[in-house]
């Protein structure tokens, strides 16, 4: 039986010393010598927009923040994070299991909620949930295109579709998640954190990466990879009219967080670039829009938990355009109790069965810095 997470899903940014930006007197800014700091002065307002005087020194405290976010000077902190310490006597005080249970649960529930806000795959993808029994199966708008598939976490195929459905195999993302009785012995009370994190490593980053090498497959098939040294708004129009060009709206920008420092720099970009305030918003990915394109990064994640390369983008054409993921079994969490084979160590056991699927190579465009 699952239990329902018993604590708040409510998650809030905080700097590395535990504070939370929103009520703290903290703000973040680039000093004379270019590099992140903090300081005195509120970061946000009471709407929780980021404070700013014009759209150049709004987009610069995006990327102050996003790079104080990479090296872990602020962070999302989810509310059960903050009861770390409580939860982790419990679980070792609990000889039955079953706080140990529920403590794995928790952390899956987090986990689950993040790739969901922070990962790319929901924002560009279609879902559809199969029912126990069902085929997996994905209408295709436009029949006589290559489409794209994960047969495991790690390989793609390649399909000439001359139906008018796709049947994409399904794989596990899974995550071993194992503490040692040494680990628990000698924390300081953050282990819960770094084991949350181990677990976005493991789930989070493998899928999006599967996401990412159906990408990399599909986006040269029909569309041309466009080399730049500068990302400009001719790169950017070149790209958009690839898609375009296959009477497909160019929806979303997939892009690297260093690619926000070319459109801070370049006058056209910066004058109809239209950035988002909310701190809230920001954290999650979305940098803003220009000329209709939703651009969002990893650059607000931990460095681990990245998986653009710098100088990488990708202009996808809507969810219904693109393809689909296919969720067999959502994520689920097992206890792992090793002490049964000799080893002091315990942990979870995480899976979620899936399919990823690019049913139209066309509604794909990859750009890279050359």
Partial sequence: MSLINPYSKKTVVVTKSGNELSESKTALHI????????GAGAMENNAGEINAGSKKELTQRIMALAA????GEVSEQHEFAQKRAELVEAAISD????TWRIVGEVIGDEILETMGRDGFLRKILMRKDLKKGEIGRLRIRKKDVLAFFATTDSMT???QVNQYYLYPDEFYIKAHILIEDRELEQSPGDLLDDKYIDGLEQMMVQEDKVLRNLMNVAAPTYNNVVGFTTFTPAVFSQARTQLMSWSIP???GIIAIDLLNDILTDPEFST????????????SGSL???FGVNL???????ETLQVLQPGEFYFVGPPNTLGAQTVRKDLTTAPINLYLIGKPERGWYMQKIEGQAIGNGRAVVRGVRV
């Fill in 157 to 159: 195929v390649t399909s």
């Fill in 250 to 252: 160019c929806a979303t």
């Fill in 296 to 302: 969002i990064t990893d650059g607000f994640r931990y």
């Fill in 272 to 283: 109809y670039f239209d950035p988002v305030s909310k701190r809230e918003i920001i954290m």
């Fill in 288 to 290: 803003g829009s220009f």
């Fill in 31 to 38: 000093n004379r010598n270019g590099k992140v700091e903090v």
């Fill in 68 to 71: 104080a976010a990479s090296r």
């Fill in 95 to 98: 000889s039955t299991g079953e």
